[in-house]
């Protein structure tokens, strides 16, 4: 694909890289830490995400934090819990939400749209073409009747008051199944969000921009295509955004994975999907036949989400980093306070793989509208 190099992280005073502690995180292909053995990089790890949790709740909270169900889809059970359950149920449910995040910074306040999916452009990744295929088509109406849309972007946004030109950044853990040309626009198309520019890691961008086979499944064809360079910010270490708000690095699920960290109200939440749900990053606690025997039997103290396993070290360091950074739950503190882009949720079709503890849709603060007086005194 023709694309030209988009600008780098550094174009934006907001986004500023958190240098001292990228080297202790995990970063693919990267060996320049001081660790000599896996288990040393393990808690070297760890102590940089305690370092990095003190430093941000030591700071100031985002103003606002919403996430809203989008789209539920199945998802076989053997990529979200790998071999970790015996239960034979093929596929469970994962619920896609749009995380709305507005901090101050020292331009105003600033919107952050995460997870935006655009549900037409995600039916078009090949994995979930096949799977819709067979029943017709995701939009087809037996896909319409199963699986009906649970939220949609702009709507949500038109009921908070918050205008489209006001979204100032998108961002996504990664870009399996996105499809940004409905929000950035194209050449000869403009997008949903005139202002807003997409935040993503060099490796994430460079994987949909020409994927290998073992990656193409998973990336819309076209999801990227023609989108101005203009609108991309690329990300070559783990930033801070304004007040209260950090995307980390955490690769592993794919190669130029990272994690939204917003604090709020309850603490730190961290985003990805590296792991599935609560149970994927607490399976000694879980209540999903076989994990707790998989975590016992094997010591790993969580369970992947393996659909590509780009690199599965990685991902394994990567998720002990989310859980440790963002802390136990104060709603159930056997779990972690981590709410996962792709959360597994109880469903029928799903026997027997109910999640033990899950978050649902969560609030907080009051959204920051164009007319609102916060919002106004800082423009
Ligand atoms: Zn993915």
């Given at each position: 694909m023709d694309t030209p190099t988009p600008a780098r992280e550094?174009?934006?005073?907001?986004i500023r890289p958190i240098l001292d502690l990228d080297g202790a995180l995990?970063?693919?292909?990267?060996?320049?830490?001081?660790?000599?053995t896996p288990a040393d990089r393990l808690r070297q790890v760890k102590r940089a995400a305690h370092a990095l949790r003190e430093r941000l709740l030591s700071g100031p909270r985002v103003r606002y934090y919403g996430t809203f169900d989008l789209i539920r889809a199945p998802y076989p059970t053997r990529y979200a819990l790998r071999d970790a359950?015996?239960?034979?149920?093929p596929f469970v449910h994962i619920v896609n939400r749009l995380f709305v995040i507005q901090f101050n910074t020292p331009e105003g306040v600033k919107t952050l749209l995460a997870e935006p999916l655009d549900r037409e452009g995600n039916a078009q990744t090949p994995f979930f073409k096949r799977l819709g295929d067979s029943l017709?088509?995701?939009?087809?109406p037996l896909g319409r009747r199963l699986?009906?849309?649970?939220?949609?972007v702009l709507a949500l946004l038109r009921a908070l008051g918050?205008?489209?030109?006001?979204?100032a950044y998108i961002t996504y853990d990664?870009?399996?199944?996105?499809?940004?040309r409905k929000w950035l626009g194209t050449g000869d198309r403009p997008g949903a969000f005139p202002n807003a520019k997409l935040l993503v890691m060099r490796e994430e961008w460079d994987i949909a921009r020409d994927p290998l086979p073992i990656q193409r499944?998973?990336?819309?064809?076209?999801?990227?295509?023609?989108?101005?360079?203009?609108r991309v910010i690329l990300l070559d270490h783990s930033v801070t955004l304004g007040d209260g708000v950090a995307l980390v690095r955490t690769p592993g699920?794919?190669?130029?994975n990272h994690s939204i960290v917003a604090h709020t109200a309850e603490g730190l939440f961290v985003t990805s999907e590296?792991?599935?749900?609560a149970d994927a990053y607490a399976p000694t606690k879980?209540?999903?036949?076989?994990l707790r025997r998989y975590a016992k039997d094997t010591g790993m103290e969580v369970v992947l989400n393996g659909n590509?396993?780009?690199g599965s070290t990685e991902q394994y360091l990567s998720m002990i980093l989310e859980r440790e950074l963002a802390?136990?739950?104060?709603?159930?503190?056997?779990?972690?306070n981590i709410a996962n882009s792709s959360e597994m949720s109880a469903d029928?079709?799903?026997?027997?793989?109910?999640?033990?503890f899950t978050f649902g849709p969560l609030a907080f603060g009051t959204p920051v509208t164009r007319g609102g007086v916060a919002h106004g005194a800082a423009r």
């Open positions: 550094s174009v934006d005073p907001v995990p970063v693919a292909f990267d060996r320049s830490f001081d660790a000599p359950t015996w239960v034979p149920t017709g088509g995701a939009d087809g699986y009906p849309p649970l939220g949609d918050i205008a489209p030109e006001d979204v990664h870009l399996h199944t996105q499809d940004i499944d998973w990336y819309p064809p076209q999801g990227i295509a023609g989108v101005p360079a203009e699920h794919t190669d130029g590296n792991g599935v749900g879980s209540r999903i036949p076989g590509t396993l780009e802390g136990a739950s104060v709603r159930n503190p056997d779990f972690y029928w079709r799903s026997p027997g793989l109910d999640p033990t």
